[in-house]
């Protein structure tokens, strides 16, 4: 198929994390930009993209999944498939020789380059990344802002700097510039997002700006935007300055996404997390002292190399010890590329299985536990979408990220922020009832 011809209909889908969604609202709105519309389906698609995942090996075997559909699909009509993202960009060339359904292969730095292939352009290679303009997706009332990309840290088992590159921070003024458009836009909560977004550091006008300068300056120059969140803080990278500016900031939302990845010292050292258990619990500890509200929500790993029931166990008492909210909870994968992989004292999978099954019952327990003891009193929410079980009821989410379900008394819009009372609660989602003045 020549891949270089013109298309009319593309069908995107995205995998993994929030940048790749944001990455995939911009890749969209140049997709739309150079004349192409969304199809319905793939099947009346005639160009096919998939954004891809490397993280754990979980989310690449769906895209072989994936790629077997569209290579059945492609016998029965014209479609051009590009693979995109950070498998695309471990794999390269090695996918269009075990993947012959892919037409084109574009690593993560090549994403922006997708429209103008599509429609007839340069499939030319990008060396470096490139933040776009707009990160936006039209109507919405969140939208994710980048504000740096990729890792310096090299985790023993994490794929992402040899997927994403290293740590590029935004200029701040197209941050600024993007703040701007959202406020006209109309959208009510931003989410600034890097793999290490705590790491930001830029040189602006002569200045070093760093995450809390950046965090404070958006703080002031928002008005309709009412919630600022951040993703994914690397504890290492928590500083005073940045806990300062989320206490005394209203705007900052007072719910942290905060990875632990183990609560033992031994394993965080040999996983190159650069804390320890002690620094985490201070940090935590830290950030309750000074915004007393606050909620924290993590990511957690067990069976890592050398993990032994004793540090199991401490990963298990941090967990009771902090009671998070939530938590993404995973047993150690092996990600070929990555120093942990050829490390001694591999964790049987049974043994991984079973320890996983355990703390997601403890964190389940807590969740419902800390959920019981938050089904009180007024809380605002901001209004996200029409219930799609009763055409009656809202659905919004509080500060705190929590999902809330109610029936509004008056007339509401998604993208107001609507005060509700809290009643009971229905698996993790609150019900409530809406509070009119």
């Known amino acids: 198929m020549d891949i270089h011809k013109s298309h009319s209909r593309y069908w995107l889908e995205t995998y993994g994390c929030q940048m790749n969604t944001a990455e995939s609202n911009a890749l969209e709105s140049a997709l739309q930009a150079a004349g192409m519309q969304p199809a319905k389906s793939a099947e009346e698609a005639d160009c096919a993209i998939l954004n891809t995942c490397s993280v754990r090996k979980t989310a690449e075997n769906r895209i072989w999944g994936r790629i077997g559909f569209f290579q059945h699909l492609k016998q029965s009509q014209a479609l051009t498939l590009v693979v995109t993202g950070c498998m695309a960009e471990r794999l390269g060339d090695e996918f269009l020789k075990d993947a012959p359904a892919v037409d084109h292969v574009m690593g993560t730095n090549d994403k922006q380059r997708i429209a103008a292939l599509l429609s007839g352009g340069s499939d030319e290679r990008d060396t470096a990344y490139s933040f776009t303009e707009s990160y936006h997706k039209e109507g919405d009332v969140k939208s994710y802002i980048p504000i740096m990309n990729g890792c310096n840290n090299f985790c023993a088992y994490c794929i992402v700097p040899y997927v994403r590159g290293r740590e590029v921070s935004r200029d701040p003024q197209s941050i600024y510039d993007e703040v701007a458009r959202l406020e006209q836009a109309g959208v009510r909560e931003i989410t600034l997002l890097g793999q290490n977004v705590n790491s930001y550091d830029y040189t602006y006008r002569g200045q070093i700006i760093r995450f809390p300068d950046l965090l404070n300056e958006i703080s002031h120059r928002v008005s309709s935007i009412q919630w600022i969140r951040f993703e994914s803080p690397h504890p290492k990278d928590f500083s005073k300055a940045l806990i300062d500016v989320i206490a005394q900031q209203p705007v900052v939302a007072k719910h942290l996404h905060v990875p632990l990845q183990s609560g033992s010292s031994r394993v965080l050292e040999m996983m190159h997390r650069r804390y320890s258990r002690e620094r985490y619990l201070q940090l935590i500890g830290d950030l309750k002292t000074a915004v007393p509200q606050i909620t924290f929500t993590t990511d957690v790993m067990v069976g890592f190399p050398g993990e032994t029931e004793k540090d199991f166990s401490d990963t298990l008492s941090l967990m009771q010890d902090v009671r998070f909210l939530e938590a993404f909870m995973y ?82 819009a998604i993208g107001d922020f609507v005060s509700v009372e809290l009643q009971g609660l229905v698996g993790n989602t609150f019900t409530a009832v809406h509070s009119v003045d």
Do not use: W
């Open 331 to 412: 047993y150690f994968n092996p990600r070929e590329g990555t120093k942990a992989v050829d490390m001694p004292d591999q964790i049987p999978t049974e043994i991984r299985m079973q320890r996983l099954q355990k703390l997601i019952d403890l964190q389940r327990s807590i969740t419902h536990e800390e959920k019981k003891k938050r089904c009180k009193g007024q809380h605002l929410v901001l209004v996200e979408q029409i219930s799609k079980k009763n055409e009656f009821q809202y659905l919004g989410r509080t500060e705190h990220d929590e999902m809330v379900v109610f029936e509004p008394k008056s007339t509401i």
